[in-house]
């Protein structure tokens, strides 16, 4: 378990961290409070249970969000994020809506979790006192 939480002192590991967490918060937010519906968007990607996932998606957003800003258990936070990011490149390439973030946003999202899943954390977070 100690593994899943070494990290460096990293500076730059440490903005990745925040940079894609701030997405995850903010978008896994507005799905949560209905401001931007989850079940349409699932719906017209014809992704299997999607009321299911209209639910379950949003609250695995905030979580792997608030794990990353934190830096607490963040190559947890990071993988969750990951599987979220593959299903929305897949959503935003099958149906694409105006008023949804393009699809740089998912893969900038993407490359910095792989990031924290190589490096870790990085400086100012929980895992940090851990390693």
């Given amino acids: ?8 002192p990293a500076i730059h590991l ?3 961290r925040a940079a894609s967490s701030i997405p995850l918060l903010f978008i896994g ?11 349409p968007i699932l ?9 299911f996932f ?11 969000g608030a794990s990353l800003l934190a830096g607490y258990f963040s190559r947890v936070g990071a993988l969750i994020a990951l599987v979220i990011m593959v299903v929305a490149l ?3 390439m099958m149906h694409d809506w105006a008023d949804e973030p393009t ?4 893969i900038a999202v993407f490359a910095g979790v792989v990031q924290i899943l190589w490096g870790g954390a990085g ?3 929980s895992d940090i006192a851990a390693s």
């Fill in 14 to 16: 440490a903005v990745i």
């Fill in 123 to 125: 400086v100012f977070s």
């Fill in 29 to 39: 937010t507005l799905h949560l409070i209905g401001q931007a519906p989850m079940l």
């Fill in 1 to 8: 378990m100690s593994n899943i939480r070494k990290t460096s």
């Fill in 54 to 64: 209209a639910i379950a998606v949003p609250v695995l957003e905030v979580v792997a």
């Fill in 90 to 92: 897949y959503v935003h």
């Fill in 43 to 51: 719906e017209g990607a014809n992704i299997p249970f999607a009321p």
């Fill in 103 to 106: 699809l740089v946003l998912p």
